[in-house]
């Protein structure tokens, strides 16, 4: 498994003038996809592993889950399993999270997300919930 690192900032009063350094760790970047995701229409959630879903059932909100982030050159990879809701257009669906992510990760990072990758891993309907 990859190590997650953390992204840095430079902040500036002037030029040439220097703050200091912004450390952003990887956890924060999950959970602002993890929301970004589910606040689009016809995603119905994000889908974890066995370990996020134990947890859950024990009642701890994780944010995000389904989601892996990266880093290679310099660019950052994402990549978020999600679950839709049934009756949507899944391609049109899966490129409304792909922009939301990007919206929601500049707007709050200021980082462009290099990829969005988004795996739909099962379908929820009202009557049967087929997932995985």
Same mark, same amino acid.
Request: glycine content about 10%; hydrophobic content about 40%.
């Given at each position: 498994?990859?190590? *997650?690192? +953390?992204?840095?900032? !430079?902040?500036?009063? &002037?030029?040439? /003038?220097?703050?200091? $350094?912004? @450390?952003?760790a990887?956890e924060?970047?999950?959970?602002?996809?993890?929301?970004?995701?589910?606040?689009?229409?016809?995603?119905?959630?994000?889908?974890?592993?066995?370990?996020?879903?134990?947890?859950? *059932?024990?009642?701890?909100?994780?944010?995000? &889950?389904?989601? &892996?982030?990266?880093?290679?050159?310099? &660019?950052?990879?994402?990549?978020?399993?999600? =679950?839709? @809701?049934?009756g949507?257009?899944?391609?049109? =669906?899966?490129? +409304? =999270?792909?922009k939301?992510?990007? !919206?929601?990760?500049?707007?709050?990072?200021?980082?462009?997300?290099? @990829? =969005? +990758?988004?795996?739909?891993?099962?379908? $929820?309907? /009202?009557?049967?919930?087929?997932?995985?």
């Amino acid at each position: 498994m990859a190590d *997650k690192t +953390n992204s840095f900032f !430079e902040t500036n009063a &002037k030029p040439g /003038e220097s703050l200091g $350094r912004i @450390e952003l760790a990887p956890e924060v970047l999950e959970v602002i996809i993890g929301i970004a995701t589910t606040e689009v229409e016809g995603i119905a959630m994000t889908s974890g592993n066995f370990a996020t879903g134990v947890a859950e *059932k024990l009642g701890k909100v994780i944010h995000g &889950k389904g989601v &892996k982030t990266n880093w290679i050159d310099n &660019k950052l990879i994402i990549d978020v399993y999600c =679950v839709a @809701e049934e009756g949507e257009l899944i391609p049109q =669906v899966a490129e +409304n =999270v792909q922009k939301k992510i990007r !919206e929601a990760v500049f707007h709050m990072t200021s980082i462009e997300a290099g @990829e =969005v +990758n988004v795996h739909v891993t099962g379908i $929820r309907s /009202e009557t049967l919930s087929v997932t995985e």
